[in-house]
């Protein structure tokens, strides 16, 4: 038993699988008691910004400000605003407006603005190009407005009494402020999702809530299927011919289709996290009966359990300790890759909406739901979808690697 | 009471059909077989003759298609698992492979501990009930204290068949079946365990069921030879009949196959 134990931890494939388990679990334990924000709470006033660092401008403002001679921030700040496509459309709308072609350098940012400047006519209208055309050229003029001025930039504050504005402080370009000294800055590494949450502390959440519920799901299926399994493989006779009588009828019934039934008839408020990884192992254990019968029955006439009859052991006594140990190997890899399908499943219901309820706990299902829902995958908004992904993934691939780890320990055969 | 008329097993008709349709087999068929108090008999024959299926079926471990069995001139009853606990503290016995015998995941400790709760023995003090196992032990020329704590798969097999033995001398039944104990077992251990299970069954004085190919053995072993083929008793009678003087071919066919039979056979020499 304990060498058993040993060679499994000496596999390669079962290592790397808990390692990675492992680490996921650890993220899932530690990060809420570092970043205490509800999972749940709404940062975020608009649908799906982007991840990055986010620094209170105001707070910005009224820091100290430094002084940075540096040589490439002009040009940053213009390519910031005038990158490479702008250059190319403004070089397209200057041809239509009838400039000469050699006369337009897109590379010369001085002049081609001048240019922009003496012949952009936000009235005219040439033929062929649309209102959503015409839109962005005069947006991209507004945003053209001063880009090469050398200027500083001016903090007002209104006089309540007179309504006229007061010169507050001057900010220069070259004036700089340094991040850590600012009072509020926000790090989203994943960004926000539509609702305006951070993706980050909603994905640790969605992960946890989802093993729980692999984990809830696993237990249920393994258990019914191990009882089930174990009497019908055991008794025999009409105990197993009912046993199976009512596998076959799930086996039939696409568990999916099962499952999607259930879940609609139980009601979205009804509808926990628990509950649906419940109704997912209800749903799910019908293979591992039949495995746990076929195999019962091929240990069933086997010598040992001969013996331990003949020395008068009970039907639970010999289940227990003569059949159970020889089939617990296969039961623990059934039992993880429940786990595994158990989190799919419940990633499968959520995104037809049939997951649990919203307003609760975000699960990996849901996140995807709320993407799909949000259209994220269309605006390219990655962060809101491609991170649960990942992690679904991580999740199934390190659970599945464990259980091939396990089947080489078990199964000598199998090693390479 | 044991009737005195009627032998202490007894079985009539016993058969036992496989499968159904054009795959049905007949593996026992209407075998009818008697054994006296303290008597030893051998059933020989080839594998798939049935001498197996026949075994459990005197054991109970399956039950028959067609027959009557009689345990002490009455009908057996086995339905319930207190009544075959009754039966099994009477009949018991040594499976063919050692290896395959033990569960691997109890120790050797458990095995017998649960010979002596079989007896109802269970409340005994714990040193009374290691005396009895160092006692079972030493009689197979085995050290308790070397096997306590240990798992059946860390012995040889000869080693495990006489722990079957060491068993069988704490179970104390009347009758044991020994199903092709030896054909897993080196020759040197061969003999020596069937010298220690002659020893027992002179001590205890059960009757003993010996299912074999081996001729061999069942000559000088044994009061009465059966021999079975296709699941029926081909010939019958004490083995200077059967075997010095075959009279079907079957039996002759398999009295030939032995390669030599010893004139004498001195199971402490061998």
């Known amino acids: 038993m304990l060498h058993t134990i040993k060679e499994v931890f000496r596999s390669p494939k079962f290592t790397i699988g808990l390692a990675i388990f492992v680490v996921m679990l650890l993220v899932v334990f530690i990060y809420p008691l570092i970043i205490t924000d509800d999972p749940l709470d709404i940062i975020g006033l608009g649908t799906f910004f982007e991840p990055g660092i986010y620094v209170n401008l105001y707070d910005g403002l009224e820091s100290k400000t430094y002084v940075l001679k540096l040589e490439d921030a002009a040009a940053n700040r213009i390519a910031s605003k005038l990158g490479e496509q702008e250059r190319l459309d403004i070089q397209e709308y200057l041809l239509l407006a009838g400039v000469p072609e050699e006369e337009i350098d897109i590379e010369d940012t001085e002049k081609l603005l001048e240019l922009w400047l003496n012949n952009y006519d936000p009235t005219v209208r040439f033929p062929g190009s649309t209102s959503a055309k015409r839109k962005y050229y005069a947006r991209l003029d507004a945003s053209l407005d001063g880009l090469l001025s050398t200027e500083a930039a001016i903090i007002a504050v209104k006089n309540e009494e007179t309504g006229e504005l007061e010169e507050k402080s001057l900010v220069k370009q070259d004036d700089y402020v340094n991040v850590s000294k600012v009072a509020n800055v926000r790090v989203l590494p994943l960004g926000t999702d539509n609702f305006g949450r951070d993706m980050l502390t909603e994905l640790v959440s969605a992960t946890g809530v989802s093993l729980r519920i692999g984990l809830i799901a696993g237990l249920v299926a393994t258990s019914i299927g191990l009882t089930l399994g174990l009497l019908s493989g055991y008794i025999g006779g009409w105990v197993d011919d009912v046993i199976m009588f009512i596998t076959n009828l799930f086996i039939v019934i696409p568990s999916f289709v099962l499952l999607v039934l259930i879940s609609y008839s139980i009601g979205q408020e009804q509808r926990g996290a628990s509950t649906v990884a419940i109704v997912i192992g209800f749903t799910s254990w019908v293979w591992t009966a039949r495995a746990v019968r076929a195999q019962v029955i091929s ?100 659970l599945n690697l464990m259980n091939t780890g396990l089947d080489q320990v078990f199964n000598p055969t199998l090693r390479d | 009471m044991p009737n005195q008329t009627e032998p202490l097993f007894k079985a009539v008709g016993l058969s036992k059909e496989f499968g159904f349709g054009r795959q049905k087999t007949l593996a026992v068929n209407q075998v009818d077989l008697a054994l006296e108090e303290g008597e030893v008999i051998t059933i020989v024959g080839e594998s798939g003759s049935g001498k197996t299926t026949l075994a459990k079926m005197i054991l109970g471990l399956i039950s028959p298609t067609g027959g009557e069995v009689f345990f002490r001139g009455e009908p057996r009853d086995i339905s319930t698992y207190r009544k075959k606990l009754a039966y099994w503290k009477n009949i018991q016995a040594i499976f063919q492979d050692p ?59 000869g080693q495990m068949q006489r722990l079957m033995i060491a068993r069988i001398f704490l179970l104390d039944p009347k009758i044991l079946i020994a199903d092709e104990i030896t054909s897993m077992i080196d020759a040197c251990s061969r003999a020596t365990i069937l010298d220690m299970l002659m020893e027992l069954r002179d001590k205890i004085g059960m009757t003993v069921v010996f299912i074999t190919h081996d001729v061999g053995l069942a000559y000088y072993v044994s009061d009465k030879v059966y021999i079975m083929e296709h699941g029926k008793f081909v010939e019958s009678g004490t083995p200077d009949e059967v075997i010095l003087n075959p009279k079907g071919d079957y039996t002759k066919r398999l009295i030939s196959d032995v390669p030599k039979i010893y004139e004498e056979w001195d199971l402490s020499t061998v």
């Open chain 2, 99 to 157: 290896y395959s015998s033990f569960n691997i995941f109890t120790k050797i400790d458990t095995v017998l501990l649960d010979c002596i709760r079989m007896r109802g023995n269970g409340n005994l003090p714990r040193e009374k009930k290691r005396e009895m196992m160092a006692e079972a032990c030493s009689f197979v020329n085995l050290k308790f204290e070397e096997l306590t704590n240990k798992y059946p798969f860390e012995l040889s097999g």
């Open chain 1, 299 to 398: 240990l069933r006439h086997r010598d040992h359990v001969n013996l331990s009859k003949l020395s008068g052991h009970s039907v639970a006594h010999i289940i227990i300790f003569d059949i159970l140990p020889y089939i617990a190997s296969y039961v623990v890899m059934a039992f993880i890759l429940q786990i595994s399908s158990g989190i799919l499943a419940e990633a499968g219901l959520s995104i037809l909406g049939l997951g649990p309820k919203t307003t609760d706990v975000p699960t990996l299902g849901l996140m995807m739901n709320w993407a799909m829902i949000y259209s994220a995958h269309i605006m390219g908004k990655w962060w809101a979808y491609f991170p649960v992904i990942v992690v679904i993934a991580l999740i199934s691939f390190s």
